[in-house]
């Protein structure tokens, strides 16, 4: 898919938080964002652990990170290239 706005955060790198409030927003059903995180208190990345994704929503969730894996592989080429 190609979203309009900014980039998805990257699982490995970036903010944990904003990484797993995303995941949330598109996969976890919600209506108000007390559905998505009923206390403040508690941390994006808990609520990510213990969510039960899909198996279809864990395979898109790599395929969001695919880009990113060949977006450095192609700057290793590259810097490779330059030695």
């Known amino acids: 898919p190609h979203f309009i706005g900014g980039a998805i955060p990257r699982k490995d790198a970036g903010s944990r938080e904003e990484y797993c409030m995303t995941m949330l927003t598109l996969f976890k059903p919600w209506r108000s964002d007390k559905d998505l995180r009923l206390n ?44």
């Open 40 to 83: 403040r208190e508690t941390s994006w990345s808990s609520i990510f652990e213990s969510h039960a994704f899909a198996k279809r929503e864990q395979e898109v969730m790599k395929f969001f990170h695919i880009k990113y894996e060949c977006n450095n592989a192609r700057d290793d080429f590259s810097a490779q290239k330059k030695q």
